[in-house]
């Protein structure tokens, strides 16, 4: 009974079931094994509290004095242990702690998770050592080539949002490149395309996106296949793929209503839609709430003379999100419409902040002051009614 209240877990049933057994009988003791293990596992979870409290000290002091638990059928205290002292900034002894796993024990999961682990926390350099402890794989590769990567990718990733004192080397990133080709790896190749789209060298991103997405069907692959199109200025092929993809994601839909609006602005060659096209746009710009779609959509429809389309599109949005073309169209069609009071009222609102509004008028007819007769022709005129 005592083996099966220690298996549930519930040390402290455990520790009161034995007291009550030896009050009912001096001359009972519980076995040694049964005392070695239950106080091993109190150590343990007295071990892994502290590590979610970040008591770091703690956890070390508990390992230092139960090396029954740094083995490797206790994987889980030694990796907390390991974290413990880089946390703590004994990076030597983390290291070697590290060290033992991968170079004792055999689990190939444990071993990669341990390297994995440990490049979170040590520098660099101690990552790099471990890496160079893994065995070689039947393929040629190295067991935790992946892993030396992770550092390659951290630095790609930096760099993509602005940060470029990473240190990321050409050779780093030939070798990276070179591994996700072969490794036919689509995120490594996603992660190439943002990056090389970050130093806009759109052909190499292009080339990328392209990639991961013959690897794998992933939408942020195809969205960025779109934007790379659309900065090479190849608007009909990215149009293409926007009406496609739509649906699939917000983001889409927001690429593909920017790619309609920026063709039905084009000053040298303005793109057209047909209605059902321009049915879909104008549900797209509801949805997204697109000041910008909103705008476009509704100047098309004012140069078409549709002026009660034009104020649907552009008086909603305007709430949405101000933005000068949307307030100079609204007082244009007021102005044709001669709803004078408000074209003026648009300008006050508006006006300080968008300055195109000032070569907008706004028209006030004179009233015609009456004549005020001569007394002479008073008389005159009265004296002929009469």
């Known amino acids: 009974p005592l083996w099966d209240i220690f298996g549930s877990g519930d040390y402290v049933r455990v520790r009161t079931e034995m007291a009550r057994l030896q009050s009912e009988n001096p001359n009972w003791k519980p076995s040694q094994e049964l005392l070695d293990k239950l106080a091993q596992a109190e150590t343990r979870r007295l071990m892994e509290r502290?590590?979610?409290?970040?008591?770091?000290?703690q956890v070390v002091s508990l390992a230092e004095g139960s090396p029954q638990l740094m083995v490797?059928?206790?994987?889980?205290?030694?990796?907390?242990?390991?974290?413990?002292?880089?946390?703590?900034?004994?990076f030597a002894r983390a290291f070697d702690l590290y060290k033992y796993i991968v170079t004792t024990c055999e689990d190939p999961s444990e071993r990669l998770s341990t390297v994995q682990k440990a490049s979170l926390?040590?520098?660099e350099a101690g990552t790099r050592s471990l890496v160079a402890l893994g065995s070689v794989l039947p393929d040629g590769t190295g067991e935790f080539d992946n892993v030396s990567f992770d550092l390659v990718r951290r630095k790609m990733g930096q760099i993509a949002q602005g940060n470029a004192a990473t240190g990321l080397t050409l050779d780093e990133l030939q070798r990276f490149s070179d591994y996700a080709q072969r490794s036919f790896s689509a995120a490594d190749a996603e992660l190439f395309g943002w990056f090389y789209y970050g130093q806009q060298s759109w052909e190499a991103s292009y080339h990328w996106f392209v990639s991961a997405t013959r690897m794998t069907t992933s939408l942020k692959s195809i969205e960025g296949v779109i934007l790379t199109l659309r900065n090479m200025e190849h608007r009909d092929e990215a149009l293409q793929l926007a009406r496609q993809y739509a649906t699939q994601t917000p983001e889409l839909?927001?690429?593909?209503?920017?790619?309609?609006s920026a063709g039905l602005t084009d000053q040298e060659a303005?793109?057209?839609?047909?209605?059902?096209?321009?049915?879909?746009?104008e549900a797209y710009i509801f949805e997204q709430k697109s000041a910008l779609g909103a705008q476009a959509l509704g100047w098309q429809r004012l140069e078409s003379n549709d002026t009660k389309a034009a104020a649907r599109l552009l008086e909603q949005p305007i709430k949405w999100e101000p933005t000068e073309g949307g307030a100079v169209g609204l007082a244009v069609i007021a102005a044709r419409a001669k709803n004078w009071n408000r074209v003026a009222s648009i300008k006050k609102e508006y006006g300080e902040k968008f300055a195109a509004l000032e070569d907008i008028k706004v028209y006030r007819p004179r009233e015609k002051e009456k004549e005020k007769p001569y007394l002479l022709t008073w008389l005159l005129n009265k004296e002929a009614k009469r």
């Open 270 to 281: 303005p793109m057209t839609l047909d209605e059902k096209e321009r049915k879909t746009l």
């Open 72 to 90: 490797c059928a206790e994987m889980n205290t030694m990796w907390i242990t390991a974290e413990a002292l880089a946390q703590s900034r004994d």
């Open 50 to 57: 502290s590590h979610a409290q970040r008591k770091w000290a």
């Open 253 to 260: 839909k927001k690429i593909y209503i920017e790619l309609v």
């Open 121 to 123: 926390l040590l520098p």
